[in-house]
């Protein structure tokens, strides 16, 4: 019983989110050598090593060189058991990132010095905002020429509506880059040459009274500097507040640099210590407890395809109570049928793995024979939980998808439904245009390819693909309103669910703009928000 409450106690489970190149793979690489998982650095996925965290799964996936889907990267560092989620950017950015981050208890969000918040931060950040999980910013490549610290902050405050505290702040960058000053410590770190090589190193310590020794170290004009910029940050800054952090409202921030080891391990550990264990998650009316003893999951993401022989799929569960045995029998409360899980895995580094258990806070990969769609809940046989289903995300990018041999009507129709059932794509339809012709939304464009690839091996047919310009999307949210009664320009179009809700896609958010300015009384809703229910 003991073990069982502290294995769940020392589980934080994480995604790291970042615009692509503001450092993620350099960081979560330092992680893991930290955590003695990887002997040297730059053994993750890496465009050097093109090793990928799980390779093989899809023919295009090798194709391109790039690995769709998230992985789950599991280590143990002083005690803890940590579960890192990617979230994959680049081309492979599709709705599996976002789904991602509903199975992560925080987030460790990695920003660019030079350049502050990106467009795919923002996208990701927003996700994490709507559960108010926990934040905690790295802000990295302080070796390099950077945007004064006070600026990032502000903006970070500014854009996101979050309170900042620096938890360390830096002295110098790039060239002049001298280290980072610990407020709790009081004391300077300072980065020297030592720090470029990619051993793990600890800095050298010196309080910041001890006038003379940091003269010495960084120099009197970054001394001074560096005292008015503490006596600012004291006074002006918001006040630590662990219950703030750990609603997401306020995001303790860290300088540093990942390439050269500087600063990552006391972030790891100040993190882990302000992070929570496992969260409870609301199923309907009911708490789910993560310390009740009774396993339950939900199905956050659904892969398909990985090994093409079998066209199975793996279903990825996080585990939200409880302790999983590998062979028990479970219930899957959508399908009302029980079932053994009889091949668990998990994902490390290049390899998957077997397991015979895991606990609260883990994610397991389950091979599906087509059962579970994305937000199932799986849980012991004689309990009834409905965990919240996982938003739909609102698509970026549209296209018009036409068969092309009508003789294939029916495979079309089959293949792009089942497709859309697992969260691959969205389809919509253009009111009075038959079956044959479809609006596909998708979050990432890698997954248009997906999509022909599959329908042509999977279901035998070709498909013409006209990528359209649009690029947002909002329900009509009047009820009574006649969509054709609408003054729409080019920029605009009405598409339906498959429901029969009347929705507008726009080239822009100048296009909404417009729309609203030549339709007096109309209403529209955010996309996201508002299909959450829906999607339970
Ligand atoms: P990502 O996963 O967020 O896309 O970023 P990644 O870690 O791959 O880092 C992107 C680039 O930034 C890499 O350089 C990496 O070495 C570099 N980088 C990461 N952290 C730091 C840092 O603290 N300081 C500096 N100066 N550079 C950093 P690259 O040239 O694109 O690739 P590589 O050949 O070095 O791997």
Request: hydrophobic residues 40%; charged residues 30%.
């Amino acid at each position: 019983m003991e073990d069982f409450k502290n294995q769940i106690e020392r589980r934080r489970t994480f995604a790291i989110i970042s615009h692509p190149d503001a450092g993620k793979t350099t960081l979560t690489e330092k992680f893991l050598l930290y955590g003695g998982a990887i002997q040297t650095a730059g053994s993750v996925k890496g465009k050097q090593t093109d090793k990928h965290a799980v390779s093989d799964w899809m023919d295009l996936e090798k194709q391109r060189g790039i690995s769709i889907t998230s992985s789950v990267l599991q280590f143990e560092y002083d005690g803890y058991c940590i579960n890192i989620l990617d979230t994959p950017g680049h081309q492979d950015f599709s709705e599996d990132t976002y789904r991602t981050l509903m199975a992560a208890d925080s987030a460790v969000m990695v920003i660019d010095a030079a350049k502050g918040i990106e467009p795919q931060t923002r996208k990701l950040f927003k996700v994490c905002a709507m559960r108010d999980i926990p934040i905690f910013t790295f802000i990295n490549k302080m070796d390099r020429e950077a945007r004064d610290p006070f600026d990032l902050l502000d903006e970070l405050e500014h854009e996101f509506g979050i309170g900042t505290y620096a938890m360390n702040w830096p002295i110098g960058c790039g060239q002049n880059f001298k280290g980072v000053y610990d407020r709790e410590a009081r004391a300077v770190l300072s980065f020297g040459d030592s720090h470029r090589g990619r051993e793990r190193i600890h800095g050298v310590d010196c309080d910041i009274s001890d006038t003379e020794k940091l003269d010495a170290m960084i120099g009197e004009r970054l001394r001074k500097e560096l005292t008015e910029q503490v006596e600012l940050l004291d006074g002006a800054s918001f006040d630590f507040d662990l219950d703030a952090v750990r609603h997401g409202k306020l995001s303790p921030v860290f300088f540093g640099s990942a390439l050269n080891n500087f600063g990552v391990e006391p972030f790891l550990a100040a993190f882990l210590k302000m992070t929570t264990s496992p969260l409870p998650r609301k199923a309907g009316d009911v708490t789910v407890d993560p310390f009740d003893e009774k396993f339950s999951a939900f199905v956050f993401k659904i892969q398909a395809n990985m090994n093409k022989a079998h066209r199975d799929r793996i279903a990825f569960m996080r585990i939200a109570s409880g302790k999983f045995e590998r062979g028990k029998e479970y219930y899957h409360v959508q399908e009302d049928k029980s079932f053994r899980l009889s091949q668990p895995q998990q994902m490390m580094a290049s390899e998957r793995e077997v397991i015979d258990e895991a606990y609260a806070g883990d994610i397991i990969g389950v091979f599906d024979p087509g059962i579970f769609s994305i937000g199932d809940t799986v849980c012991e046989k004689g309990q009834k939980l409905k965990f919240q289903g996982i938003p739909v995300f609102a698509p970026e990018h549209f296209a018009m998808v036409e068969q092309v041999d009508s003789m294939k009507r029916k495979q079309f129709a089959k293949g792009m439904n089942q497709i859309a059932q697992e969260g691959a794509i969205q389809i919509f339809f253009e009111p009075n245009s038959g079956l044959e012709r479809v609006v596909v939304g998708v979050v990432g464009v890698l997954q248009f390819e997906v999509l022909e690839y599959r329908i042509k091996n999977e279901y035998g047919c070709d498909l013409r693909r006209t990528d359209l310009p649009y690029q947002e999307i909002r329900f009509i949210k009047n009820p009574d309103l006649d969509p054709k009664t609408l003054k729409l320009s080019h920029d605009t179009k009405w598409v339906q669910d498959f429901r029969g809700k009347n929705l507008l896609i726009f080239t822009s958010e100048w296009a909404i703009r417009w729309v609203l300015e030549d339709n007096p009384g109309l209403e529209l809703e955010e996309f996201n928000r508002g299909t959450e229910a829906d999607a339970q």
